[in-house]
């Protein structure tokens, strides 16, 4: 067939068949992985388990969600909420709240104590007060979906694990906005969750994350990468994960929800800070995080060039079906294990566009680096 084919077209038969080769290889054995993930082992061993919280002027939040936290069904935990600096009425609040809740540690920092930018400094300070040694962190605008959220994660430290990763989804409102914030955080998780089942952990969420407390003073805290505002989740796990210590948890009463950023200023800002750790991250997994984008648009420039060059548009048409039936299915199977709807069909078209946007924020990030956190 090559014969009859210049030198152009033959790379473009060839920059097709490797690029959906490629594609096809991390939807099935990377990403099939949480699609066909059926975990049996669970540790039934109910350990005491410190919560912890950082808060910096989330009065309205914490107001609105503690309640739900200090109320999880579990026979021996603490909340621990480092209030970090805030001058509005937190502190009057969790001063209320403690009195009247035993569960409840508040711990206060000045401006005068945070050398620090972020929520690394205060996490150190609630992780170092923690009586325990299961740590479990999440956000002060987070809710867990269940009262059996502590029993769920811990349930995750079986054998010789040290973290266990979580998914936080956003609730669903109206507005094209929170679809695509709501379709994002699903891509992210089939990430970084499939990544971990195949012994690639690279990063966690900090809004659902469990570790062991003794593991964050082996690891020196976060003392690696302080100098970054960002990263208090990703690049401690992405430097404390190995393939043997760390497990995932997405059984349905272990998720925690929060309400999604309501302007696109504001969650462009937040995807700019999230992705300015993604350069800190190890070589192996920068390599692996970049591949799969780079071959879906090697994929549809080959396919486009094909339908324009080739005479024969039943091979275009064949990688094409490949391709989105393999999404397709996929998709579908981890959508249902991490409980999202109404992305399937769309999937298609938001994947390519997902890649676009990312490659938007990555020329943003650097022309001018983010420095706040939230």
């Known amino acids: 067939m090559f014969d009859t084919l210049s030198v152009f077209q033959i790379i473009v038969y060839i920059s097709s068949l490797l690029s959906l080769l490629t594609i096809l290889i991390y939807y099935w054995l990377i990403f099939g992985r949480l699609a066909f993930y059926n975990s049996k082992n669970k540790n039934n061993e109910l350990y005491p388990v410190s919560v912890v919280i950082s808060a910096k002027n989330e009065y309205l939040n914490l107001k609105e969600n503690l309640l739900y936290i200090l109320e999880q069904d579990y026979p021996q935990f603490e909340v621990i909420v480092v209030d970090d600096c805030s001058d509005d009425d937190s502190a009057y609040f969790l001063k209320k709240l403690a009195e009247q809740n035993p569960l409840l540690k508040v711990v206060t920092l000045s401006s005068t104590k945070n050398f620090f930018k972020g929520k690394k400094f ?36 079986y054998g010789d694990t040290d973290i ?3 998914f936080s989804p956003y609730e669903k409102t109206k507005g094209l906005l929170n679809y695509l914030i709501r379709y994002e955080t699903f891509y992210t998780a089939l990430q970084y969750l499939s990544f971990s089942l195949s012994g690639l952990t690279y990063m966690g969420v900090g809004r659902n994350l469990a570790y062991k407390r003794s593991l964050f003073f082996d690891e020196k805290g976060f003392t690696g990468h302080y100098q970054i ?8 796990v992405n430097r404390a994960a190995s393939h043997a210590n760390t497990n995932i948890v997405i059984s349905k009463d272990s998720f925690v929800t929060s309400m999604s950023k309501d302007s696109f200023a504001e969650w462009i800002a937040q995807k700019r800070r999230h992705l300015t750790t993604g350069k800190y991250y190890r070589l192996k997994h920068k390599f692996l995080l970049a591949l799969l984008p780079f071959m879906i648009i090697i994929f549809y420039v080959s396919l486009i060039l094909l339908f324009i060059y080739s005479n024969n548009i039943i091979f275009p048409f064949s990688l094409l079906f490949l391709k989105v039936v393999s999404q397709l299915i996929i998709y579908k199977k981890c959508m249902q294990k991490l409980e999202q ?11 390519l566009a997902y890649i676009f946007f990312i490659f938007f924020i990555f020329l943003t990030d650097i022309i001018k680096q983010p420095e706040r956190w939230s």
């Open 164 to 166: 266990v990763l979580g």
């Open 122 to 157: 205060p996490l150190s300070i609630g992780i170092k007060s923690a009586k325990y040694e299961h740590i479990l962190l999440t956000d002060a605008d987070c809710r867990p979906v269940s009262k059996n959220w502590i029993r769920e994660m811990q349930a995750g430290f």
């Open 229 to 236: 505002a960002s990263g208090d989740d990703d690049l401690f």
């Open 341 to 351: 709807r109404n992305f399937l069909l769309i999937s298609l078209f938001l994947e």
